[in-house]
């Protein structure tokens, strides 16, 4: 029978063989087990199976039911490469010992340890300050990080436990500080690293969930998915960040089943919130409010379930050079391709058809110039864009008019898109 990857931590002290690396993965479930976030859990793994064990710190699921463990233990059984040990984050309630074992234990590796204290309610166990203690004071133990969820006090963020909090936690490590290499937390969905009582402190939250503005020093869009990687250097614990690229996860899009059947399950999902929106827009005109809002929500339904699948398929470039990815489709569809089909269609006796292609390829030229202009996306700066409902043409606030160019549509009906 083949040994589980997901640990159940039996008692306060492990000793494991073979042991020389660690991957570390922050917070992976507490904003839901959604395929969209999965997807990430799933390239953290992938990354983390580099190393001879992973640590998830905190936050595996949303909240602690027993619906949500199993989740998260089938989905890491089934994607991890190596054995995974957890620390209690704020989500993880209920029964998470039950699945999960000891909250506060010790990894002892041959040459460094991982204590882990749970502080998912803002307060260090006795129990677990007694282990560190014990821990430190072993003489065969000569670097040791010390892992927890909620960070400590530090220079960036005051989402933390107090400062009473941690002078109990200094007290302890304090007659063997030398010993202490790393502070380890997750909590925050991002990643900063600090130093704290001269000990470096690393924060990773980038195993799942959505990437946060922290301050000002820390936002979101300075900070990717990722992982962190701790490692043994002549004799010495050494750490280094990785990134997750978009495309982290490819291994079930690789299988050509799967591959064909996820592309025709998309393609129905779309078709789905398509027809829930037109027939929105019918209830809507008849004056059926309460069916047309029902309609609008089986409509953004079908949208995510499309979402959720197309993320398995998706193998996107790095976020800053996707923009420029788009640009060659929009320009070929304006320039060549719906001129074309417009052209055939008048041959045809199809006025409609003709119509649609020469308003959306008009739409398709702007889409390119803004696009253009979004390559610089740090200077984009366009706030508001409408939106004709009629016909589907695109307007900035220099070129907004008060009656759509194309269609005529009047410019109260516009969609405003602003921020």
């Not at 803002?122 to 003489?139: F, I, K, N, Q, S």
């Not at 640009?327 to 058809?353: D, I, K, R, V």
Request: glycine share 8%.
């Amino acid at each position: 029978m083949n040994e589980k990857k997901m640990k159940k931590v039996p008692e306060r002290i492990l000793r494991l063989e073979n042991v020389h690396s660690i991957g570390v993965i922050g917070d992976p479930g507490c904003e839901g087990l959604g395929t969209y976030n999965m997807k990430v859990f799933a390239g953290a793994l992938e990354e983390s199976g580099r190393d001879d064990i992973t640590l998830v710190v905190g936050d595996l699921v949303p909240i602690g039911s027993d619906h949500y463990y199993q989740v998260i233990q089938n989905l890491t059984e089934m994607l991890a490469q190596n054995p995974v040990y957890s620390l209690r984050g704020n989500h993880d309630t209920g029964a998470y010992t039950e699945y999960f074992g000891e909250k506060n234990y010790a990894l002892l590796a041959e040459h460094f340890a991982v204590v882990v204290l749970d502080n998912a309610l803002r307060t260090y166990e006795e129990e677990g300050l007694a282990l560190l203690a014990e821990v430190l004071a072993m003489e065969e133990v000569k670097q040791v990080i010390i892992a927890f969820h909620i960070p400590v006090p530090n220079h960036f963020i005051q989402n933390c436990v107090s400062e009473e909090e941690f002078s109990r936690l200094r007290k302890v490590y304090e007659p063997w500080k030398e010993k202490v290499k790393y502070l380890l937390c997750g909590h925050v969905h991002s990643r900063f690293i600090d130093v704290v009582d001269g000990i470096p402190l690393i924060c990773t939250g980038g195993g799942g969930a959505m990437i946060e503005d922290v301050s000002k020093e820390i936002r979101a869009c300075d900070v990717e998915h990722h992982i962190v990687h701790f490692y043994e250097r002549d004799g010495a614990l050494d750490y280094r960040i990785a990134n997750l690229s978009e495309d982290c996860y490819g291994r079930e899009s690789e299988n050509g089943v799967l591959n064909l059947k996820l592309k025709d399950v998309v393609q129905g999902e779309l078709m789905a919130h398509f027809r829930y929106l037109m027939f929105a827009d019918r209830a809507e005109r008849r004056g059926l409010g309460r069916i047309a809002n029902l309609f609008r929500a089986l409509a953004a339904s079908e949208y995510h379930h499309a979402r959720n699948f197309y993320s398995i398929l998706e193998r996107p470039a790095a976020f800053m050079e996707s923009i420029g990815t788009y640009m060659p489709g929009e320009a070929f569809e304006y320039q060549h391709l719906y001129p074309m089909m417009a052209a055939y269609a008048a041959e045809h006796q199809s006025p409609l058809t003709e119509q649609a292609y020469q308003g959306a390829a008009a739409a398709e030229k702007v889409h390119a110039a803004l696009l253009k202009q979004a390559e610089d996306v740090q200077d984009f700066g366009e706030k508001v864009i409408y939106v004709c409902p009629i016909c589907g043409y695109v307007m900035t606030e220099d070129s907004v008019s008060e009656r759509c160019p194309v269609c005529g549509g009047p410019k109260r009906q516009y969609e405003v898109f602003e921020v």
